[in-house]
C-alpha cells in the first residue's frame, strides 16, 4: 500500500485559501499527480487543502472524501518561553528537549505545555483510531505497533529482493494492484499520523523535520513476514514538481531559508 500526504500550497491563512503563488504551486502538483494510478483521494475539511486538491481533482475527473479529523492539529498553547499563543510546536529547542515526555510516542501529550490545551490528548487519540479504521478499509489492521494485512496470503522475504530474483518480480506485480492513496492536509497533521504510523514522538517529527508547501510525503508498507507489515517513509517532503519548473520553495512553516539547489 502506499499513502501519498500532501501539504497544501503556499497558504493566505486570512482567507483559509491559497496566494497567488500558492495556485502556481497547486497547478504544477496536478500536473504530477495525474500521472499516477490514485485508488483514493482525501482532503481535510479547509479551505486551503481544498482549494489545493480541487486542482488535480479537476484535471483527473475526481473526487475526494473529506476527513473532517485530518484538519490542521492546531489546539492552541502558551508557549511558556516565547508566551507566544498558538501551535502546539514550534517550542524552543533548550525547552522541548529537555522534557522527557517528549521524547515518548504516547506519553508527549502528558507533558505540562500539552495539558494546557485537553483537546491535544483527546484529538490525538482521535486521529489515531480514526486513522487505523481508515487502514482497515484497505486491508491493514493494527497489532500493537505494526499491521497486519488480510489482502494476500503470508509473505516471507528475508533479504532486500534483487532485480532479476523472483522476490522483486513478485513485488513489482504487487505494486501493480496495491492501493493508492492521497491525502491533502496539512504539515502539523501529517506529523500526527506519521508519529502513529512510525511510533516516533510528534515532538520529535515536528521539530525535526519541514515539509514545504505543496510537498509529498510517501510511505509504502513492507510485508515481507507472515501477514505483518510495517509503514516505511520513501519520500519525505519533496517538491520536484516544483524546482523541474522553475518554482521557489514557500519557507511557509519554516524558521530557516528552504535550500533548492
Not at 507566544?84 to 508527549?108: A, C
Not at 497489532?143 to 522476490?167: H, I, M, N, V, W
Not at 516516533?200 to 513492507?222: A, C, D, K, N, R
Request: a negative charge.
Amino acid at each position: 500500500m502506499k499513502i501519498i500526504f500532501v501539504r497544501h500550497g503556499e497558504p493566505d491563512y486570512t482567507h483559509d485559501s491559497l496566494t497567488e503563488k500558492g495556485w502556481r504551486e497547486a497547478g504544477f502538483l496536478a500536473e504530477r499527480i495525474s500521472k499516477w494510478r490514485v485508488t483514493d483521494f482525501y482532503c481535510s475539511p479547509l479551505g486551503r487543502a481544498k482549494d489545493t486538491a480541487s486542482c488535480t481533482l479537476k484535471k483527473m475527473n475526481r473526487e475526494a472524501v473529506t476527513l473532517d479529523w485530518m484538519q490542521e492539529f492546531s489546539y492552541a498553547i502558551d508557549d511558556p518561553v516565547t508566551k507566544k499563543h498558538g501551535v502546539p510546536w514550534d517550542f524552543i529547542p533548550s525547552y522541548w528537549t529537555n522534557e522527557p515526555l517528549m521524547m515518548d510516542p504516547q506519553r508527549w501529550v502528558e507533558a505540562d505545555v500539552m495539558k494546557q490545551n485537553p483537546d491535544i490528548a483527546i484529538k490525538f487519540s482521535e486521529v489515531c483510531k480514526n486513522f487505523d479504521e481508515l487502514l482497515s478499509s484497505y486491508g491493514y489492521k493494527r497489532e500493537k505497533q505494526y499491521y497486519k494485512f488480510e489482502r494476500s496470503g503470508e509473505r516471507f522475504c528475508a533479504a532486500t529482493p534483487l532485480p532479476g530474483s523472483a522476490d522483486y518480480s513478485k513485488a513489482m506485480a504487487d505494486d501493480v494492484s496495491e492501493p493508492v492513496i492521497v491525502i491533502f492536509c496539512h504539515l502539523g497533521i501529517t506529523c500526527v499520523v506519521l508519529s502513529h504510523l512510525l511510533n516516533i514522538p510528534f515532538p520529535l517529527l515536528v521539530h525535526g523535520f519541514f515539509l514545504p508547501t505543496t510537498s509529498l510525503t510517501i510511505l509504502s508498507s513492507e510485508e515481507r513476514w507472515g501477514q505483518e507489515a510495517y509503514f516505511r517513509v520513501q519520500v519525505l517532503g519533496d517538491v520536484y514538481h516544483l524546482l523541474s519548473n522553475g518554482e521557489p520553495v514557500s519557507p511557509a512553516g519554516s524558521f530557516a531559508t528552504p535550500w533548492t539547489a
